[in-house]
């Protein structure tokens, strides 16, 4: 209890996601044995000069789904959902990506490190999901393309 009020206080988790748009993905992850990818949307704030991203809805493509090397396809795809994100998801921004990882654990792989270069702001991350390890982690990389876990908290309520 202590640690949960001195987190509401003091401590910014680098992202929040809705339980609701958690499980859909880890949902999708499930049910397809391929990695399959998509885009994370909300929106980007800042408290006391630190960045966090609220994650209120995601994309999922169609176009990359069980593709193996999806990097070279990826560039197409953030266009296509560009556009379905304008639709969907108006005033919200794309605030990182997320893939799936069956059986493979969670981690960045030189490829996914690469992709990073796409979500080049500072408040971009990656959520790697393990569907089979039942694994799951948020990531952010630094200047030198290093990955580092970065803290998330998942809110049960609307909003
Ligand atoms: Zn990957």
Redesign the pocket.
């Known amino acids: 209890m202590a640690d949960e009020d001195k987190d509401k206080n003091d401590y910014v988790h680098d992202v929040y996601i809705q339980k609701r748009i958690l499980d859909e993905i880890e949902q999708r992850c499930k049910n397809n044995k391929y ?1 399959i990818i998509g885009m994370l949307v909300g929106n980007a704030y800042k408290h006391k000069g630190k960045e966090y991203v609220l994650i209120n809805g995601f994309l999922f493509s169609a176009l990359i789904e069980g593709s193996a090397i999806f990097t070279q396809v990826i560039d197409g795809a953030v266009g296509e959902m560009s556009v379905m994100k304008e639709k969907e998801h108006p005033g919200s921004i794309i605030v990182g990506w997320w ?3 069956p059986n ?1 654990g969670v ?3 030189s ?2 490190i690469k ?1 990073m270069e796409m979500f080049n702001k500072g408040f971009h991350v990656a959520l ?1 999901v393990d569907p089979i390890r039942n694994e799951r982690a948020f990531f952010k990389i630094d200047d030198e393309k290093h990955y580092h876990y970065v803290s998330y908290a998942v809110l049960r309520e609307k909003k």
């Open positions: 990695e893939h799936s990882h493979l981690f960045l792989s490829v996914d992709t790697v």
